[in-house]
């Protein structure tokens, strides 16, 4: 099993609906999530930080961790063509390292 | 606000040829990595420094060597560059135990 999953994608959704990526991870006590954009040709961004159960919401962006599912979501309201990118989960373990999933890529059509 | 500056941007090699590629971080990290990203493989760890004066390998070390200069500094260095060497290289540095990494923008290596 892989530390940290994503399906790969693509996910097509048309401009204006919601996007949801999910993740899950292998390590049971992980405290540390995160979510990643990297847009063709650049480098890794970071636009999510969650640390506890529940949701947490940033613009149109919201991060939902459910630690007893082992699972990690973002949730991109209101899809714009600019989100088109490919969206990286990235999780620390216990013992402090950080693995990324394979990532996600999205395209909203207009 | 530099953040994470990486050098060259850009680089052609000959097989066999030597190369060190030079990472620099501003907001006194204590950690740095290196990561190779290639199509359809993710993001691969290949050498880590969790302080200064420590270096570890990860997933794929082999053909690769890497410094930690000082705090800010962390290159990476291809002895008899591959054409399976030819990649985009990150680096990336985190603060302490529960932070995200911040990546450099790339270098960008083609090795004929």
């Known amino acids: 099993q892989k530390e940290v999953e994503q399906n790969s994608g693509p996910l097509s959704v048309p401009e204006g609906a919601i996007a949801s990526l999910n993740c899950t991870y292998s390590d049971r006590v992980s405290q540390s999530f995160f979510w990643y954009r990297q847009y063709s040709g650049k480098s890794p961004e970071l636009i999510m930080s969650?640390?506890?159960?529940g949701d947490k919401e940033d613009g149109r962006f919201t991060a939902q961790l459910n630690k007893a599912s082992q699972y990690v979501s973002l949730l991109i309201r209101d899809s714009q063509p600019s989100d088109s990118a490919t969206y990286l989960c990235?999780?620390?373990?216990?013992?402090?390292?950080?693995?990324f999933g394979q990532g996600t890529i999205l395209t909203v059509h207009p | 606000n530099a953040g994470v500056t990486q050098t060259p941007k850009f680089q052609v090699l000959k097989t066999g040829q030597s190369m060190t590629l030079q990472c620099a971080q501003d907001m006194n990290h204590n950690s740095m990595y290196w990561y190779r990203q290639d199509p359809g493989m993710g993001l691969r760890l290949i050498y880590y420094?969790?302080?200064?004066?420590?270096?570890d390998k990860g997933e794929v070390p082999n053909g690769y060597n890497v410094s930690r200069l000082n705090k800010r500094e962390f290159s990476l260095r291809l002895e008899s560059a591959a054409p399976s060497q030819t990649s985009v290289y990150f680096c990336a540095s985190r603060d302490s135990f529960n932070q995200p990494q911040h990546f450099g923008d790339g270098t960008r290596l083609s090795i004929l």
């Open positions: 990235a999780v620390i373990s216990s013992e402090g390292k950080l693995t």
């Open positions: 969650i640390y506890s159960n």
């Open positions: 420094s969790a302080s200064e004066g420590t270096t």
